[in-house]
């Protein structure tokens, strides 16, 4: 566990201390509550990371270390959470001091465990010869100091926000803030002309920046600092000037934003300061958000951005700090795009897009002059980094045109206009690079942008929701021509098309009445065509990485929930919803098995899952259709048999192949066992909560049988497996109308006898957890909990049907009858257990009885010691301490297990 993770453990749990004492201040007591179980349990996984590191070192020496019980930890923890629960103070407060006092004898020995190891491994290495290799340095030792130029922009905000002076760094940030709420203050309540007060802030801050040239060569760091301080209250100064009026012109304020502007380029670039740069140029973007007369017009933002962008990329043309182009675009595209949408108008739609154009070219004109640097410069101090640098080519112009498509949303002409007019400038980048021995990856750049403006004309010069059909076959069309050709650029295109499509069948889902069907039918062939074409050849599937791969799932997605939503409305019949679930789940197959003969790995099984995922979903939903009165109602056998036998085949495509349960065993199994049980529901629709179990009970007798070496044993393995059968043995309990249909005896009849089956399978699933590597100390508490649970509801029920006693209501505590069965059978559980484990020397096992008659004495104390008056609890007593000596005289704590 590395020392990062130990900071955030600690954060984590420091954070939850503190909310939970503020909840409880404020009588937000559930709140605390809530922070107190999440504090037990960060706190159980901190000891489960504490312990799993002496394991694995002992293991790697071939060392054997005690394995020491969080049970306790658990049965505390419990105890804590049922004081809370029934408000008794007193009985929280001795649940977590036994937690806090189990805690730290476990952390104890788990110490004194470590200094035994660390003792015997030293010991068996001075027995061996060592031997000495000459590893290299760490790399913060290698590594020399780069460039900023040469480091990712994340790179960078890390190197700048911890390293150097941090103090010196937050104070700056302080003044900053300090200088706005200055001039917030000064525009508002001081006596002095609004002028004069302005003229001063600037006069401060001229000062400061001249101060800070004086002192770079003293203190280049601090200078630096107070040059950037000095540069950004000018910028805010002006701001507010010319929002106040004191500079009345937008013409004189630009002259001195670009004055401003100017020195700070000046002073960046004889200083060879990138730091001064940034922090003046953040300080330019942010200043129009500190306003507090009115907010500025789209059109201004926009076209204040312009000109810092251009200041930027004179400054860049020289200097090769590519990362200050980052900064512009993401400023640019991120605050100034969402600022637009929000306050931009239609009256304003021209303005904008000079402006949009008017960027475009900045950022086009930095991609020419980062070729030609990539051209001059020494390649080894560039460091290209293609994802990042070659992405800021792309991003540029195809964020400009997006935000230019929405503006003319509805003239397919400007639309049309403006692709050629981007597939004619980077024609021209292109043949200019090509000539001008800049890297290739730099022309094909260029190149694939004119291919990608140039395959925007046609579909948008379609007529109305024919478009989207044009985004959609030519996305295929190019697809696997890029699949062929083996070209990244034209599959991101066909998935630029694709996407387009998709956003824009949903404009037309919304504004046309009635929707053209023909549009979805064939967005959903091709999202199938384009699933189906990536995984017919090796060298296709060879090309898919995780973007492709994320796409196509997305795809699968879509696809399965169009062509169910437009089959429903194909079928005329009453139960067209299963029809409908029945020919996707069809066609899913079909899909299976056709690329299976060349995949079975992760690139379709995960766009397979995504595809069957809402067919799961769209199986519930059928199913609640359906019931009534807590049984399920069929309108035919034929329905019923339809969506048993598909949901049974959407279950067989969840598992097949098996490796799947290798990627994604939580997935694959929540998903196989849904379907299952979905199927299951069909078999006795009368009786559901029986029903729904049968098949899952027979895959896991089966899976049972299956070698340890298969993969099967993983589908139990998994959390949502866990998950789900826990869900069912507490939902059936409680919720269940048809638990006395057929009672004859208790346990013989067909609720007892499932349930049973159930717990059986339950505690399998546990030991599968077990052998997995999972917590043993919890898995151990479920156990108990779940076999109490069951148990006790077995006899509820009995009692209910011979005697008359409560169900599934609060009296069932103030019932004497119940209190004393119920004591009689977790005793007796908790006799049997501790007896087979004293004869077979199993001490885990005696532990677990052993906390049956901890539940048994909180249940005395808690229950009935407060009827102490009753026959019958005097008899709970009585029978529970007798048994217990019993306990202690016929089956003691077993010292340690038998070995095999």
Same mark, same amino acid.
């Given at each position: 566990? /590395? /020392?990062?993770?130990?900071?955030?453990?600690?954060?984590?749990?420091? @954070? %939850?201390?503190?909310?939970?004492?503020?909840?409880?201040?404020?009588?937000?007591?559930? #709140?605390?509550?809530?922070?107190?179980?999440?504090?037990?349990?960060s706190v159980m996984q901190y000891v489960n990371a504490v312990q799993q590191p002496l394991e694995d070192t002992a293991a790697q020496h071939q060392l054997s270390v005690p394995s020491y019980s969080k049970v306790p930890l658990y049965i505390s923890s419990l105890i804590a959470i049922v004081g809370g629960a029934i408000d008794l103070k007193w009985l929280m407060g001795l649940g977590v001091t036994a937690w806090i006092f189990f805690l730290l004898r476990w952390l104890q020995?788990?110490?004194?465990?470590?200094?035994?190891?660390?003792?015997?491994?030293?010991?068996?290495?001075?027995?061996?010869?060592?031997?000495?290799?000459?590893?290299?340095?760490?790399?913060?030792?290698?590594?020399?100091?780069?460039?900023?130029?040469?480091?990712?922009?994340?790179? =960078?905000? =890390?190197?700048?926000?911890?390293?150097?002076?941090?103090?010196? +760094?937050?104070?700056?940030?302080?003044?900053?803030?300090?200088?706005?709420? &200055?001039?917030?203050?000064?525009?508002?309540?001081?006596?002095?002309?609004?002028?004069?007060?302005? $003229?001063?802030?600037?006069?401060?801050?001229?000062?400061?920046?001249?101060?800070?040239?004086?002192?770079?060569?003293?203190?280049?760091?601090?200078?630096?600092?107070?040059?950037?301080?000095?540069?950004?209250?000018?910028?805010?100064?002006?701001? !507010?000037?010319?929002?106040?009026?004191?500079?009345?012109?937008?013409? &004189?304020?630009?002259?001195?934003?670009?004055?401003?502007?100017?020195?700070?380029?000046?002073?960046?670039?004889?200083?060879?300061?990138?730091?001064?740069?940034?922090?003046?140029? %953040?300080?330019?973007?942010?200043?129009?958000?500190?306003?507090?007369?009115?907010?500025?017009?789209?059109?201004?933002?926009?076209?204040?951005?312009?000109?810092?962008?251009?200041?930027?990329?004179?400054?860049?043309?020289?200097?090769?700090?590519?990362?200050?182009?980052?900064?512009? !675009?993401?400023?640019?595209?991120?605050?100034?795009?969402?600022?637009?949408?929000?306050?931009?108008?239609?009256?304003?739609?021209?303005?904008?897009?000079?402006?949009?154009?008017?960027?475009?070219?900045?950022?086009?004109?930095?991609?020419?002059?980062?070729? =030609?640097?990539?051209?001059?410069?020494?390649?080894?101090?560039?460091?290209? +980094?293609?994802?990042?640098? #070659?992405?800021?080519?792309?991003?540029?112009?195809?964020?400009?045109?997006? !935000?230019?498509?929405?503006?003319?949303?509805?003239?397919?002409?400007?639309?049309?206009?403006?692709?050629?007019?981007?597939?004619?400038?980077?024609?021209?980048?292109?043949?200019?690079?090509?000539?001008?021995?800049?890297?290739?990856?730099?022309?094909?750049?260029?190149? @694939?942008?004119?291919?990608?403006?140039?395959? &925007?004309?046609?579909?948008?010069?379609?007529?109305?929701?024919?478009s989207v059909i044009g985004w959609a076959i030519e996305g295929v069309l190019i697809y696997c021509w890029a699949l062929e050709k083996n070209l990244k650029v034209g599959q991101y295109l066909s998935m630029g098309l694709m996407i387009m499509a998709g956003l824009s069948s949903l404009y037309y889902l919304v504004e046309l009445n009635p929707t053209p069907r023909h549009i979805f039918w064939t967005l959903s062939g091709c999202y199938l065509a384009v699933i189906l074409v990536?995984?017919?050849?090796?060298?296709?599937?060879?090309?898919?990485?995780?973007?492709?791969?994320?796409?196509?799932?997305? &795809?699968?997605? *879509?696809?399965?929930?169009?062509?169910?939503?437009?089959?429903?409305?194909?079928?005329?019949?009453?139960?067209?919803?299963?029809?409908?679930?029945?020919?996707?789940?069809?066609?899913?197959?079909?899909?299976?098995?056709?690329? %299976?003969?060349?995949?079975?790995?992760?690139?379709?099984?995960?766009?397979?899952?995504?595809?069957?995922?809402?067919?799961?979903?769209?199986?519930?939903?059928?199913?609640?259709?359906?019931?009534?009165?807590?049984?399920?109602?069929?309108?035919?056998?034929?329905?019923?048999? #339809?969506?048993?036998?598909?949901?049974?085949?959407?279950?067989?495509?969840?598992?097949?192949?098996?490796?799947?349960?290798?990627? *994604? +065993?939580?997935?694959?199994?929540?998903?196989?066992?849904?379907?299952?049980?979905?199927?299951?529901?069909?078999?006795?629709? @009368?009786m559901p909560y029986i029903s729904m179990v049968i098949l899952p009970l027979g895959l896991c007798f089966w899976s049972y049988r299956q070698s340890i070496d298969s993969a099967w044993p993983m589908l139990w393995q998994s959390n949502s497996t866990l998950i789900l059968m826990a869900g069912w043995l507490l939902c059936s309990q409680l919720l269940s109308q048809q638990a006395f249909e057929f009672y004859l005896l208790p346990i013989l009849n067909p609720f007892d006898l499932?349930?049973?089956?159930?717990?059986?399978?339950?505690?399998?699933?546990?030991?599968?957890?077990?052998?997995?590597?999972?917590?043993?100390?919890?898995?151990?508490?479920?156990?108990?909990?779940?076999?109490?649970?069951?148990?006790?509801?077995?006899?509820?029920?009995?009692?209910?049907?011979?005697? $008359?006693?409560?169900?599934?209501?609060?009296?069932?505590?103030?019932?004497?009858?119940? =209190?004393? @069965?119920?004591?009689?059978?977790?005793?007796?559980?908790?006799?049997?257990?501790?007896?087979?484990?004293?004869?077979?020397?199993?001490?885990?096992?005696? #532990?677990?009885?052993?906390?049956?008659?901890?539940?048994?004495?909180?249940?005395?104390?808690?229950?009935?010691?407060?009827?102490?008056?009753?026959?019958?609890?005097?008899?709970?007593?009585?029978?529970?301490?007798?048994?217990?000596?019993?306990?202690?005289?016929?089956?003691?704590?077993?010292?340690?297990?038998?070995?095999?």
């Amino acid at each position: 566990m /590395t /020392t990062g993770q130990n900071e955030l453990r600690m954060m984590w749990l420091i @954070s %939850l201390v503190i909310v939970a004492l503020s909840a409880w201040y404020l009588d937000y007591e559930i #709140i605390s509550y809530l922070c107190g179980l999440g504090f037990l349990i960060s706190v159980m996984q901190y000891v489960n990371a504490v312990q799993q590191p002496l394991e694995d070192t002992a293991a790697q020496h071939q060392l054997s270390v005690p394995s020491y019980s969080k049970v306790p930890l658990y049965i505390s923890s419990l105890i804590a959470i049922v004081g809370g629960a029934i408000d008794l103070k007193w009985l929280m407060g001795l649940g977590v001091t036994a937690w806090i006092f189990f805690l730290l004898r476990w952390l104890q020995r788990i110490e004194l465990s470590m200094q035994q190891l660390q003792h015997r491994i030293k010991f068996l290495s001075s027995s061996q010869p060592i031997e000495f290799h000459n590893t290299p340095l760490p790399a913060f030792q290698q590594t020399p100091q780069t460039e900023p130029a040469s480091s990712s922009l994340i790179e =960078q905000i =890390q190197r700048w926000i911890f390293q150097g002076n941090p103090v010196l +760094k937050a104070a700056i940030g302080i003044l900053v803030i300090g200088i706005i709420l &200055l001039l917030r203050f000064a525009t508002e309540h001081w006596q002095l002309s609004l002028a004069m007060k302005l $003229g001063l802030i600037a006069l401060a801050s001229v000062a400061v920046t001249g101060l800070g040239y004086r002192l770079i060569e003293k203190n280049r760091s601090f200078a630096l600092a107070l040059e950037g301080l000095g540069l950004g209250a000018l910028f805010l100064t002006l701001f !507010f000037a010319y929002y106040n009026l004191v500079v009345p012109s937008l013409l &004189l304020a630009s002259i001195l934003f670009m004055l401003v502007m100017a020195v700070t380029l000046y002073l960046s670039f004889k200083q060879n300061s990138f730091e001064l740069t940034v922090m003046a140029v %953040l300080i330019a973007y942010i200043a129009p958000f500190t306003l507090p007369v009115r907010n500025a017009t789209a059109v201004e933002l926009i076209a204040y951005y312009l000109v810092i962008n251009v200041g930027v990329a004179m400054l860049t043309s020289l200097k090769p700090w590519k990362i200050l182009n980052q900064i512009a !675009f993401l400023v640019t595209a991120i605050v100034g795009g969402s600022y637009a949408l929000v306050h931009g108008n239609t009256s304003e739609r021209y303005s904008m897009t000079s402006l949009i154009l008017a960027h475009s070219s900045v950022f086009i004109w930095l991609g020419l002059r980062f070729s =030609q640097l990539l051209a001059k410069a020494d390649l080894s101090k560039f460091q290209l +980094k293609p994802i990042l640098d #070659i992405a800021l080519i792309f991003a540029a112009p195809i964020t400009a045109y997006i !935000f230019l498509y929405l503006i003319h949303f509805d003239d397919r002409s400007w639309q049309a206009g403006l692709s050629l007019i981007y597939a004619v400038v980077f024609a021209g980048c292109w043949f200019w690079s090509r000539h001008s021995h800049t890297l290739n990856i730099i022309a094909n750049s260029y190149l @694939s942008l004119m291919l990608i403006f140039m395959a &925007l004309i046609p579909p948008i010069l379609l007529k109305g929701e024919w478009s989207v059909i044009g985004w959609a076959i030519e996305g295929v069309l190019i697809y696997c021509w890029a699949l062929e050709k083996n070209l990244k650029v034209g599959q991101y295109l066909s998935m630029g098309l694709m996407i387009m499509a998709g956003l824009s069948s949903l404009y037309y889902l919304v504004e046309l009445n009635p929707t053209p069907r023909h549009i979805f039918w064939t967005l959903s062939g091709c999202y199938l065509a384009v699933i189906l074409v990536s995984q017919l050849k090796d060298k296709y599937i060879q090309q898919l990485d995780r973007l492709s791969i994320g796409f196509l799932s997305l &795809l699968s997605f *879509s696809a399965s929930l169009t062509l169910f939503a437009l089959l429903e409305e194909e079928f005329h019949l009453p139960d067209a919803h299963i029809y409908s679930l029945a020919t996707v789940i069809l066609i899913y197959a079909a899909l299976n098995e056709i690329i %299976l003969r060349k995949n079975q790995d992760w690139s379709w099984l995960v766009p397979k899952w995504c595809g069957l995922t809402p067919l799961v979903f769209a199986g519930v939903v059928i199913a609640i259709d359906h019931s009534q009165n807590a049984i399920l109602v069929w309108d035919s056998l034929l329905a019923r048999l #339809i969506f048993g036998i598909s949901t049974l085949l959407l279950a067989w495509q969840w598992l097949r192949p098996s490796v799947g349960l290798q990627l *994604s +065993k939580e997935w694959v199994s929540l998903g196989a066992l849904g379907s299952l049980a979905l199927a299951s529901l069909c078999l006795i629709p @009368s009786m559901p909560y029986i029903s729904m179990v049968i098949l899952p009970l027979g895959l896991c007798f089966w899976s049972y049988r299956q070698s340890i070496d298969s993969a099967w044993p993983m589908l139990w393995q998994s959390n949502s497996t866990l998950i789900l059968m826990a869900g069912w043995l507490l939902c059936s309990q409680l919720l269940s109308q048809q638990a006395f249909e057929f009672y004859l005896l208790p346990i013989l009849n067909p609720f007892d006898l499932v349930s049973i089956a159930m717990l059986v399978g339950f505690i399998w699933m546990l030991l599968q957890q077990i052998r997995a590597g999972r917590d043993k100390g919890m898995m151990a508490v479920l156990m108990v909990l779940s076999l109490l649970w069951l148990s006790s509801y077995i006899v509820l029920r009995a009692l209910h049907v011979y005697l $008359g006693t409560p169900l599934n209501s609060l009296e069932v505590w103030n019932n004497a009858t119940v =209190q004393l @069965s119920l004591t009689i059978l977790w005793v007796l559980l908790a006799f049997a257990t501790m007896w087979i484990a004293t004869l077979k020397s199993l001490k885990p096992m005696w #532990i677990l009885g052993g906390s049956i008659l901890v539940i048994v004495t909180l249940k005395l104390v808690l229950f009935d010691l407060s009827h102490i008056g009753t026959l019958t609890r005097v008899l709970s007593f009585l029978l529970a301490g007798g048994v217990m000596l019993l306990i202690a005289y016929v089956a003691p704590m077993p010292e340690g297990e038998k070995k095999a």
